[in-house]
């Protein structure tokens, strides 16, 4: 792990990084001491602890001829980082979404990139009032679930078609059969339908994208699949064992001709 690196998303600068992280190995410390140790030229290396002292990342103490530093303790400092992390998102959510307008019309919108799709359809989950539609593999599963067990506390109904084998703890959810998941290319594929009013469809490749619109007879289609499905699972687990094999034949047999054509 770089932790000068990590350091620097936290908004330390390179030298700033190193004089801390020297300070937790060596401490009470000189800056001569701290600039041998980090590598921080000496010149340097001053200035760099003036700031860490500005920011209180570091703690001071003078004995009339030497100022020597030690620094605040990593707990402290990763604790207030979040704390003022937390702050900063929860002013943002409020300016921010006091600014959004909402994309109407019938255009399909994209999106790249498998964190930038997770976090529209978290997005999704956490906007819906009344209806969720929902395909989902075992990974969107694992990501999405806490959205989607929020929605069911708030009374949104869910129901899921899951392709994989992890199970969803609310709502109407089925397993699809894995043959007909690699039939129908759902292996990779994400689905959130919200309210009857926007889809998103998601699938993998090279670089996961997703495609996401408003336009009625897009969600309708995207929810009626879903739908129609769940159904077809619940008429499955309805047939006797003989039924189920001449299903299971006749389905056989369409993917066979599937593969030839």
């Not at 001829?65 to 002013?91: D, V």
């Not at 009374?155 to 998941?181: F, I, Q, Y």
Request: glycine share 8%; hydrophobic share 40%.
């Amino acid at each position: 792990m770089d932790l000068v690196q990590e350091l620097a998303g936290l908004g330390f600068t390179e030298y700033e990084a190193r004089i801390y992280l020297a300070l937790l190995q060596e401490s009470p410390a000189s800056g001569y001491q701290l600039s041998k140790r980090s590598g921080v030229p000496r010149s340097m290396a001053y200035e760099t602890l003036g700031r860490l002292d500005a920011r209180g990342v570091v703690l001071q103490s003078n004995d009339g001829s030497t100022t020597r530093y030690r620094p605040l303790p990593p707990e402290a400092l990763l604790e207030r980082e979040r704390s003022q992390h937390n702050q900063r998102i929860e002013t943002l959510s409020r300016g921010l979404g006091r600014l959004y307008q909402a994309a109407e019309g019938d255009q399909l919108w994209s999106i790249a990139g498998r964190e930038a799709v997770l976090a529209y359809a978290r997005g999704q989950l956490e906007s819906a009032r009344n209806e969720l539609m929902l395909v989902l593999n075992d990974d969107a599963l694992v990501e999405l679930s806490p959205a989607i067990e929020a929605a069911c506390e708030n009374d949104v109904r869910v129901r899921a078609l899951l392709t994989g084998e992890k199970m969803l703890n609310c709502g109407e959810a089925a397993h699809h059969p894995p043959l007909e998941s690699e039939l129908q290319e759902l292996n990779d594929s994400l689905v959130v339908v919200v309210d009857g009013r926007e889809v998103l469809i998601a699938g993998g490749g090279p670089q996961f994208a997703a495609t996401i619109t408003n336009n009625r007879d897009l969600v309708l289609i995207a929810r009626q699949f879903v739908w129609m499905e769940l159904f077809a699972q619940r008429v499955y687990s309805s047939l006797d064992e003989e039924a189920l094999q001449a299903l299971v034949a006749d389905r056989s047999q369409g993917r066979v001709n599937a593969r030839k054509n």
